[in-house]
């Protein structure tokens, strides 16, 4: 079992004792000047990183609500420009550089017209996957959670006909278990439901945990540590073939810790 961190959980010298992979989150990253990527200080991050040895995926720019989200970086999937494509080329880029199998994508944001906005998202997808194809790079798409209606994905249902749209052995899937959660209104039945039909197409695991429900911080999507909430961990065991990384997507060292407990009491490390 391969378990990583996400890289806002902390400095890299603190992770190195709990984790093996870290995954670069490029929007606080800093290493972006508008949509400008700067060499410089793109260098300096991954000069640390590879000072403690660790294994890297990279999670990409995307479409958010959060008003500390930098506006630059903003990329819906389902509307995408040259300049968008040129952002996650550089995410794709990145990941080949430093060895990372799976560079995470979100899905697009539900347009006027729900079906055209699907079609132009898979359009855009499948541009992707070619270009993720030429890095030697797949894309991770993330379900996202169904407490705000605005995104696509939210259902394994429609994460997997998106996925099979592409039709391409470089688009696949990011399971987020805190987000299903949310989709399925902290229902363990349901949640069960939703990684059988999407375990197929997983090839990384976010962790995080929440309520189960709406609330008005980041629409019940809280990332709280692994335990503190009301996920059910334990349908991770029906993804006995995964061997990707056990993503912890939490924000201090302190619900890492808490995370990784969590864990190792769900498969009895």
Known sequence: MILGASSFAGAPEYLKGYVESIELYIPKLGIYKGSTLETEKLDRVLNEISAYNFAVTVHAPYSA????????LQIDTARMGERDFTLL????????????RVVVLHPGRIGANREKSFSSMVRN??????????????????????TDPSNFCCKAEELSRTIEAVNSEYLKATFDIGH???????????????????????????????????????????????????????????????RGVYNFEVFSLEDLHFGKKTLESTFRL
């Open 125 to 146: 997808l499948s541009r992707l996957a070619i270009i993720a194809k030429d890095y030697g790079v797949t894309l991770g798409l993330e379900n996202k959670e169904g």
């Open 65 to 72: 609500g959060n008003s500390k989200y930098p506006s630059e």
């Open 89 to 100: 080329e550089e995410s794709i880029a990145l990941a080949n550089r430093t060895g990372a």
């Open 180 to 242: 299903a959660n949310l989709t399925c209104g902290g229902n363990p039945e349901k949640l069960e439901k939703f990684v059988r039909t999407l375990k197929e197409h997983i090839i990384h695991i976010h962790l995080h945990d929440n309520s189960g429900r709406w609330t008005e911080n980041y629409d019940g999507d809280e990332h709280m540590a692994p335990g503190k909430g009301c996920t059910d961990f334990s349908v991770l065991k029906l993804l006995s073939g995964y």
